[in-house]
């Protein structure tokens, strides 16, 4: 398949996915909202146990558990709770319109 008509049809499935998406009703773009939130926070709590198999209970109990090979993962942890809260705001400003 030649660039051309691999871009063609990159855009003509981008407009089909779009009207279906336009089309789909709001249960299910909440379902999904709902799906990704659960999503990111079992990937959330995997990032925990991981900290906390490698660590110990100082990681957890004290918080005082500092060095290059925790601080990376501390910093994964916030940003993905961080984003999950966005989400769970956006998720209830939905709700409420509901």
């Known amino acids: 398949m030649d660039k051309g008509k691999f871009n063609d049809y ?3 499935v ?3 996915f779009k009207e279906a998406w336009d089309n789909l ?3 299910l773009k909440w379902a999904k909202d709902v799906t990704e939130l659960r999503l990111q926070m079992e990937f959330l ?4 146990d991981r900290l906390f ?3 110990g209970k100082a990681v957890f109990l ?6 290059p090979k925790v601080d990376p993962i ?3 942890i916030d940003i993905i709770e961080h984003e999950l809260q966005k989400k769970y705001l956006q998720l209830e400003k939905l ?3 509901d």
Do not use: H, I, V
């Open 10 to 12: 990159t855009e003509l």
């Open 14 to 16: 981008s407009k089909k």
């Open 25 to 27: 009703s709001d249960d």
């Open 45 to 48: 709590e995997s990032k925990q």
């Open 53 to 55: 198999k490698d660590y």
């Open 62 to 67: 004290s918080g005082s558990c500092e060095g």
């Open 74 to 76: 501390y910093k994964e």
């Open 95 to 97: 709700k409420a319109k």
